[in-house]
Nanobody
Framework: VQLVESGGGLVQAGGSLRLSCAATGSIGSIDGMGWYRQAPGKQREWQRELVANITSGGSTRYADSVKGRFTISGDNAKNTVYLQMNSLKPEDTAVYYC?????????WGQGTQVTVSS
């Protein structure tokens, strides 16, 4: 299974970005896929913060810090999830990682940098 992310970049505070994550291989569905982020200065994988995730039925969960600003969605047919990020703040600056459940451990994408300037 490979998770390929796209859509990161540099944006001013208040702006928007849309991240995409396409899963290839034996992923089955988007059930349990989501996004984590790793802020600058936090080097350990366990320091990644859950941003949002989604089930194949469309149920979603968000970190309190992004509720009302970020929206996760998915396309089961394409095994792709999206993260629409609006009203971005400098504290949203991080490397954003796509993740999907695996039989032993989660799968992770390579990460995409999101930088929000003030």
């Amino acid at each position: 299974v490979q998770l390929v992310e796209s859509g990161g970049g540099l944006v001013q505070a208040g702006g928007s970005l849309r991240l995409s994550c396409a899963a290839t291989g034996s992923i089955g569905s988007i059930d349990g896929m989501g996004w984590y982020r790793q802020a600058p200065g936090k080097q350990r994988e366990w320091q990644r913060e859950l941003v949002a995730n989604i089930t194949s039925g469309g149920s979603t969960r968000y970190a309190d810090s992004v509720k009302g600003r970020f929206t996760i969605s998915g396309d089961n047919a394409k095994n792709t999830v999206y993260l629409q990020m609006n009203s971005l703040k400098p504290e949203d600056t991080a490397v954003y990682y796509c993740t999907a459940p695996g039989p032993v451990a989660p799968y992770w994408g390579q990460g995409t940098q999101v930088t929000v300037s003030s």
